[in-house]
């Protein structure tokens, strides 16, 4: 049963989402499409679920922007909070009888992760549909979980961007300024992990969060604070490049660069670092926000994956060249020993013995390598 007051919050949470202008649509349309490339689908989208309708946001494979919300296969999957999948949907009772899966063509496989809010509502999905009956493995269904997270990390990034833009203009009004809203916006603001600073034309530093007070303060830059020079607070390793980015930004161009940079205290970092233009009431660029990222889990992941990869061509290697010596040996050998009546000398059997030790050796290195997946 849905708890009537958590779906109220859970579509107000939707609403927000469906408000912002969307700068990342080239990304998020990535996602889609390597999600339908890893699955192998024909379908795959990126929706919001509000009161009455599935909002399809990006898709692979289709052509429709909405459906009803009691047509939808994700509004399920969304109350549940958890991945979903679906092998037959001709054969759940759940599915079976909604019109996209009736008929020649019909939807037989459903498969879906939930998009979720950083104050932990289930908004919308990233799922993948077939018109065959389906599996995905364990690894495909971990990947569209990932890549679930990536798309709710963007969509958060493009909702605190908006708000970030909102919270400079306010900065520009101060006059004008309620404690109200003051206190809404800041108490949004510190909300984020991220962080972040807002920095005028001469990299002035006009407001920040309380993350990147903290990671200042970590790496023993000393305090950071209001009117102070951002510039002092950089590694000098990245000095040149964050100004050259920073001057871009200025120009009105939104940058991003994911980069690694090493600290005496913490030991190497990767971020990924945004750069946008803030604008005022005439459009007009009047700062720059700095939005800082730690992705080490991503990258970590990203290298596992790679040393996985080299490993299968190690063993794909092996299976097509170096097993071929070994196996031809024995089969010479036995083609000798069946000649002699299955008689064999001391020197056929000794070949043998070297033969079978170094197909075995073989095996036991292919064994090592594929532990690269525990």
């Keep these: 049963m849905i708890d009537d007051s958590k779906e109220k919050l859970r579509i107000e949470a939707v609403e927000r989402y469906k408000g912002i202008y969307l700068s990342r649509e ?216 964050f100004y050259k980015n920073f001057m871009e930004a200025l120009d009105g161009n939104r940058i991003q660069e994911e980069l690694s940079l090493e600290y005496i205290n913490l030991g190497e970092i990767w971020w990924k670092i945004t750069f946008a233009p803030m604008l005022g009431k005439e459009k007009q660029v009047t700062g720059v926000s700095v939005n800082c990222v730690n992705i080490n889990e991503r990258k970590n992941h990203e290298l596992k994956i790679l040393k996985q990869n080299q490993s299968l061509l190690k063993i794909a290697h092996m299976q097509s060249h170096e097993f071929r010596k070994p196996v031809a040996s024995i089969k010479g050998i036995m083609q000798l020993i069946k000649a002699d009546n299955y008689l064999p000398d001391l020197e056929s059997l000794l070949q043998m013995e070297r033969a079978v030790q170094e197909l075995d050796e073989k095996i036991l290195e292919v064994i090592m390598l594929s532990k690269t997946y525990e």
């Design 26 to 241: 080239r990304e998020l349309h990535d996602i889609v499409e390597i999600l339908a490339e890893i699955c192998q689908m024909p379908i795959a989208m990126i929706t919001l679920i509000d009161n009455d309708h599935q909002l399809i946001k990006h898709k692979v494979g289709a052509l429709i922007d909405k459906t009803s919300r009691k047509e939808s296969f994700c509004s399920l999957m969304v109350h549940e909070g958890k991945t979903l999948q679906v092998e037959d949907t001709t054969k759940d009772a759940r599915f079976k009888n909604m019109k996209w899966v009736k008929g020649k063509n019909g939807i037989k496989f459903y498969a879906g992760t939930p998009l979720t809010s950083r104050d932990g509502f289930h908004i919308g999905s990233l799922c993948v549909y077939d018109r065959k009956i389906n599996k995905l493995s364990e690894k495909q269904l971990k990947i569209m979980e990932t890549l679930s997270r990536q798309a709710s990390h963007l969509l958060e990034l493009e909702l605190s961007l908006d708000l970030l833009n909102e919270h400079f203009l306010e900065i520009q009004k101060q006059k004008d300024k309620t404690e109200k809203t003051d206190l809404k916006l800041r108490s949004f603001f510190e909300s984020f992990t991220s962080c972040y600073v807002l920095l005028d034309k001469h990299m002035v530093v006009l407001d920040f969060n309380e993350a990147m007070a903290n990671f200042i303060s970590d790496i023993d830059k000393g305090n950071l604070q209001l009117d102070s020079v951002f510039s002092d607070f950089l590694s000098p390793a990245y000095r040149e490049n």
